[in-house]
């Protein structure tokens, strides 16, 4: 399972919305499922000077799925409509983490810190 994390700005909302159902054609027809998302911020909480209004969790069956998702949207043209119905977009892949395991076990036992 792999995850990918969408942060952005929506600055074409029928243009992104008409990206997102084709999007997610492909998306779903691979296995994979969008897990939560987000928009209009009650507060910001740090800045980088870009204020993204939106977020995405999209989770995939592995990367090859994901691989496979980015290929057929290239080919379709998706990308480029992505692109211009959003500004400041980060796009990053993510393994699963289990965060509860994590802070439980002890350091020093074989465990990898994220990042």
């Given at each position: 399972m792999i995850y990918a994390l969408n942060l952005f700005t929506m600055t074409g909302e029928e243009d992104y919305r008409?990206?997102?159902?084709?999007?997610?054609?492909i998306i779903y027809g691979l296995g994979g499922k969008v897990v939560v998302s987000?928009?209009?911020?009650?507060?910001?909480?740090?800045?980088?000077?870009?204020?993204?209004?939106?977020?995405?969790?999209?989770?995939?069956?592995?990367?090859?799925?994901?691989?496979?998702?980015?290929?057929?949207?290239g080919e379709t043209g998706l990308h480029g409509q992505r692109e211009g119905s959003t500004a400041d977009y980060i796009w990053t892949l993510c393994e699963p983490w289990d965060l509860k395991q994590w802070v439980r076990e002890k350091p020093g036992r074989?465990?990898?810190?994220?990042?």
């Amino acid at each position: 399972m792999i995850y990918a994390l969408n942060l952005f700005t929506m600055t074409g909302e029928e243009d992104y919305r008409d990206y997102n159902l084709k999007a997610g054609r492909i998306i779903y027809g691979l296995g994979g499922k969008v897990v939560v998302s987000g928009w209009k911020p009650v507060r910001y909480m740090s800045d980088d000077g870009r204020r993204r209004s939106c977020f995405i969790v999209v989770e995939f069956p592995d990367e090859a799925a994901f691989d496979e998702f980015y290929r057929k949207a290239g080919e379709t043209g998706l990308h480029g409509q992505r692109e211009g119905s959003t500004a400041d977009y980060i796009w990053t892949l993510c393994e699963p983490w289990d965060l509860k395991q994590w802070v439980r076990e002890k350091p020093g036992r074989d465990q990898k810190s994220p990042g």
